[in-house]
């Protein structure tokens, strides 16, 4: 990692954890693997599939407590791995909170309208620099 990318949170085992670029659920992150060439988890041999799966709970595990402590609402974490648009594979860790819409709440991320994914007032931005800061710290005390 040479600093270039200010989503990338920490490189990890088997990918790069980062935040992600919309923020309409704080503490939205991405693990990207760390070879664009792999497309879907069997891509890759066991060992490295191992990590790479690793890497998704470690990430989890650091915005569920993140997210925790900075918001009362906090529910749970959604962890998944889709491949339906970008071809390489990757890991999306959803914060999932008690003030999102009702008929949303319960349901999968993607089901928000299309105008929450490019809405300017929750895109990345400095406003967020707290939280990537927090996120960074927590991997690295997951990480031991």
Known sequence: MRGENPTVLRRLSAGFANIGDVQF???YCVLLVDDPEVQRLTDLPRDRRARFL???DLLGEAV???CGRRDPGFRRVNLE???NTDPYLHAHVWPR???EPEHLVGRPVWLYPVERW???ATALGAEHDALRAELTVEIDRLRG
């Open 25 to 27: 659920l704080p503490g």
């Open 54 to 56: 690793a890497d998704m």
């Open 97 to 99: 909170y008690d003030w």
């Open 64 to 66: 569920e407590l993140v």
């Open 118 to 120: 490019s809405d300017p």
């Open 81 to 83: 791995i889709l491949g």
